[in-house]
């Protein structure tokens, strides 16, 4: 063999010993906004810019990947019950920024990712270790994996889901009412006509790519089988329509294409992820099985709630979009479900569609919230305050109103 041929070799096959360790991934488009001044205020004024760099610090402890892992789960649920006790009152507020606020949880959760996303271990890690790391605290940052419905009779339990805030490129200041309806109702008991409900609650990520990866049906599915601890009922939440609720009767399965928070489009049909239980073929339209009547027709809060039944669908032998205020045709393809064409209306999909697959006879579906606005005189995202008394009171409203909406669908709930 030549010398060059010697050393061809050497370049094409380096020794493990004389490899070069692989290079951090880069940021994400969701944690290049994270140095922001809105970002850092909201850290700042709730208490919680401390949670990165303790990350950072309990990350350096480690030595192996699975001491690097069970830090990655552990410092992830401690965010998650931090956020929880800050909405429900426990311990020190923290700092100036209300209680009720979900902001705090977004960005501190964003900060451990990216923490994670730069670090350099003393020890050999790979690609695929360190996104598991980074599933490790998505997943334990947002309660996905510390969902506590208690078993047998005498309590219904309640599953419900929120959402990141979202269009943070148009202004960074915003809030989302869902995940902060999440916050303030995990683990609590709600009366309810029938007696006590015991909710829990999961906050979702806004990322089309996520939802293709299976995150709804992983989280969902433990508690929708058969068991001590299945849902008696469950409500995937979002925010929606400026001033008003919505019981959305209808899913399509469809993306609309609008970009998500890590800045991609999808215009498709919602992908069902392998492996998990589905219908076949697979169905353009769900329903929801919340007692949608009851709703609208209780006074639960200052807002109004509808029985939103309107779609968007290509008729059968159709080429056009046709808006349906009364909900699809037959044999028709879904474009826009009661939800829209965006991750709330998927989410709805999603989880109704697992909840058909596994034959769940209970309750559930999708509930819009009202868009969350702040005051008069803090509309100007360049320059506008990161909160103000009109936005924190709008969001406490909204979250009051949503426990009673949820009180008033577990009062109908029944056990099959």
């Known amino acids: 063999m030549s010398l060059g041929a010697a050393l061809l070799v050497c370049v094409a096959s380096p020794s493990p010993a004389l490899a070069a360790p692989a290079a951090a991934p880069q940021v994400t488009v969701e944690e290049q906004r994270l140095p922001g001044p809105v970002p850092q205020e909201i850290l700042r004024l709730s208490g919680f810019a401390d949670v990165a760099p303790g990350f950072g610090r309990d990350l350096a402890a480690a030595r192996t990947p699975a001491q690097a892992g069970r830090v990655a789960v552990r410092d992830g649920q401690r965010l998650w019950r931090r956020a929880v006790d800050r909405a429900q009152g426990r311990g020190p507020a923290g700092g100036e920024l209300s209680r009720d606020d979900d902001r705090p949880l977004y960005w501190a959760r964003l900060g451990m990712t990216r923490t994670l996303r730069e670090w350099k271990p003393a020890f050999s890690l790979s690609g695929k270790q360190r996104t598991e790391l980074i599933d490790k605290v998505e997943r334990s940052s947002r309660g996905q994996d510390s969902i506590d419905l208690p078993p047998g009779p005498g309590v219904k339990r ?25 916050l303030a109702l995990d683990g609590t008991t709600v009366r309810t006509a029938d007696g006590p ?74 992908p069902v992820p392998p492996g998990v239980p589905t219908v076949r073929p697979q169905p353009q339209w769900t329903s929801t099985t919340l ?49 829209g064409d965006y991750l709330s209306n998927e989410i709805a999909y999603r989880a109704t569609l697992l909840r058909d697959a596994v034959r769940l006879r209970v309750p559930g579906g999708h509930l819009h919230t009202p868009v969350l606005e702040f005051g008069a005189g803090n509309t100007d995202p360049a320059n506008g305050r990161v909160s103000d008394p009109e936005f924190v009171r709008n ?17 109908g709930a029944v056990r099959p």
């Not at 309640?158 to 999440?182: E, H, K, M, W």
């Not at 990866?213 to 992983?218: A, I, L, N, Q, S």
């Open 158 to 182: 309640v599953l419900i889901t929120g959402f990141d805030p979202f269009q943070l490129d148009a202004d960074a200041r915003r809030s989302n009412p869902s995940g902060a309806a999440a």
């Open 395 to 411: 969001r406490l409203a909204i979250i009051a109103q949503t426990r009673s909406v949820i009180a008033v669908a577990a009062g």
């Open 291 to 339: 007692p949608y009547a009851a709703i609208t027709a209780t006074r639960t809060g200052p807002y109004p709630v509808y029985d939103h039944t309107a779609v968007t669908e290509i008729p059968a032998g159709g080429t056009a979009p046709v808006v349906r205020p009364d909900g699809p045709t037959p044999g028709s393809t879904a474009r826009e479900g009661g939800g």
């Open 197 to 270: 409900a015991r909710v829990e609650a999961v906050v979702f990520p806004v990322r089309w790519a996520d939802f293709a990866d299976g995150t709804v049906e992983r989280t969902l599915l433990p508690y929708f089988r058969p068991g001590p601890r299945r849902v008696d009922l469950f409500t995937t939440i979002s925010q929606g329509r400026p001033g008003r609720f919505d019981v959305e009767r209808t899913n399509g399965a469809w993306r609309g294409g609008s970009p998500d928070n890590a800045g991609v489009s999808r215009t498709e049909t919602v």
